[in-house]
């Protein structure tokens, strides 16, 4: 697996914060952490914790798939692809086997 690339996340985060019009103070509000800490996430100087990102996911209205990985509706058949292509095609089967069972147990 890639490593996480916090410098990108930091840019979803402030996109997204931008695209909801809400400055960085309004945010650290909202969550409890502190203006400057919002700013290091947004840079990617600082690593938030899973709750503190998923507060913001809430806020932001968006997925932990798009702040940490870029995922969205419109990528992600190619990143489901880019998956499978990684997967021996021996194992395809059963890789697709194995995420409709996923799937069906997230609906």
């Known amino acids: 697996m ?3 690339n916090y410098v990108e996340i930091g840019k979803r985060i402030k996109l997204k914060r931008n695209e909801m019009h809400l400055t960085q103070e309004k945010l650290s509000e909202i969550i409890d952490v502190s203006p400057s800490y919002i700013s290091e996430i947004e840079r990617g100087t ?3 914790s899973l709750a503190t990102i998923s507060n913001i996911c809430t806020i932001l209205q968006t997925s932990l798939d798009y702040l940490v990985f870029g995922i969205t ?3 992600s058949a190619q990143t489901f692809t880019e998956v499978l ?3 021996p095609e021996k194992n395809h089967k059963l890789f697709i086997n194995l995420c409709e069972n996923i799937s069906n147990s997230l609906k």
């Open 85 to 87: 292509k990684s997967v």
């Open 46 to 48: 600082s690593i938030c």
């Open 2 to 4: 890639d490593e996480l």
């Open 73 to 75: 509706e419109n990528n």
